[in-house]
């Protein structure tokens, strides 16, 4: 599968945008589909997934509240809503795939999108 995240760009605190994972050449419905982020000079680190199966969500506890993923199966793409952003949500966010069902650590994932920056302004 073949993975194509946009939507980044410049969000105020307390502002929303969308970021769209595009998968091509397989389902998104066949993987485990996750959000990850990586600030300057941070590890990157698990934001939001879906599981393959039964599409249950998971958040990390920064942006539980704020952010909601989704999976839209006809449009085979996996969304991620943020919402009241915050300076610290200012990172490039990456969307991957896993065929395991999910998982938090990065090295679950074998597929993985080009990055989208995200800059939050206070």
């Known amino acids: 599968v073949q993975l194509q995240a946009s939507g980044g760009g410049l969000g105020q605190a307390g502002g929303s945008l969308r970021l769209s994972c595009a998968a091509s050449?397989?389902?998104?419905?066949?993987?485990?589909i996750s959000w990850f982020r990586q600030a300057p000079g941070r590890v990157r680190e698990f934001v939001a997934g879906?599981?393959?199966?039964?599409?249950?969500?998971y958040y990390a506890d920064s942006v539980k509240g704020r952010f909601t993923i989704s999976r839209d199966n006809a449009k085979n793409t996996v969304d991620l809503q943020m919402n009241n952003l915050k300076p610290e949500d200012t990172a490039v966010y990456y969307c991957a795939a896993t065929s395991a069902g999910w998982g938090t650590y990065d090295n679950q994932y074998r597929y993985w999108g080009q990055g989208t920056l995200v800059t939050v302004s206070s």
């Open positions: 879906v599981r393959r199966s039964g599409g249950n969500t």
């Open positions: 050449g397989r389902t998104v419905s066949s993987y485990g």
